[in-house]
């Protein structure tokens, strides 16, 4: 059975946090998620169906040798939560988005080499610029009390900090995908953003415009604008019911 880390840690580890698990416990954990070994229920996004364009694959014109995870999906036996469950799992999920196929980090690259990238966690700053060079139609929605300026260690950014360096390999080895790619997605950054400081010369730098607004006022508006888009359509009336045909579900379950 696959059990998410706080679940992990509460019944294994005795509560205490992934920094003071024993090697033996941090190589038991990252077992029970890696990708061929979570059971799904076929409603993730980006498996079956991706929700954010509401495209889905054909079933019934798809076979397991091309598609794997088509052996992992059953219902009732995901223990996770779906947003752990993204893409099939943790486990290298930057290659298997890049290739759904067969998570080639070799082909991801050459396909990431035709995207836009940002380290918006790594260089807030660089990655504004970055946004605000390529997308310049794209504004920052602020609360009206910005925190930009204040640091706050968030209890995952805290452990992080804290895990050993046999740890730290342990899980680079689990992602090593993810690793290769993340390495050539942080050159191609820095070579965007080098070009774009060339081309600016002495100019001052163009940031994207700020648009100050509640948290309240920004959840609304992205709802009211999802829903005003979509609703209307039809793709968007049976997005439930359609997930849950490609999941091998009764269609009055998604309905219900």
């Given amino acids: 059975r696959c059990c998410d880390c706080r679940r992990f840690e509460r019944e294994v580890a005795g509560n205490r946090s992934i ?17 061929e070994r979570m059971w799904l229920s076929g409603e993730e996004s980006g498996l079956l169906c991706n929700k954010e364009n509401l495209m889905c694959i054909d ?3 798809t076979r397991a040798l091309h598609l794997p995870e088509l052996r992992r999906v059953r219902l009732g036996a995901a223990n996770e ?14 290659a298997w988005m890049l290739d759904p196929e ?7 690259i050459w396909r990431l080499r035709r995207c836009v990238v940002g380290l918006q966690i790594e260089d807030p700053d660089a990655y504004r610029r970055v946004l605000a060079w390529h997308f310049p139609w794209i504004h920052e929605v602020l609360p009206r009390r910005s925190l930009r300026n204040k640091k706050v260690e968030t209890r995952s950014s805290g452990i992080a900090n804290r895990l050993s360096r046999s ?24 070579r965007q953003l080098a070009r774009i400081v ?5 100019a001052d ?9 509640s948290d309240q006022d920004v959840g609304e508006y992205v709802n009211g604008l999802a829903t005003a888009e ?5 793709t968007y009336s049976v997005s439930r019911q359609l997930t849950a045909y490609m999941a091998g579900q009764p269609i009055a379950q998604a309905v219900g």
């Fill in 19 to 35: 920094d003071q698990w024993t090697p033996a416990e941090l190589r038991r954990y990252l077992r029970s998620i890696a990708r």
């Fill in 59 to 61: 079933r019934g014109r």
């Fill in 81 to 94: 939560r779906n947003g752990f469950r993204f893409l099939g799992g943790p486990q290298n999920s930057l």
């Fill in 102 to 108: 067969s998570g080639n980090p070799r082909l991801a």
């Fill in 167 to 190: 740890a730290r390999a342990l899980i680079a080895r689990f992602n090593w995908r993810d690793m290769r790619i993340y390495r050539a997605a942080r050159r191609q950054f820095q």
């Fill in 198 to 202: 060339e081309a600016s010369g002495d």
């Fill in 205 to 213: 730098p163009r940031l994207p415009p700020i648009v100050a607004s």
């Fill in 230 to 234: 979509l609703s209307d359509s039809g």
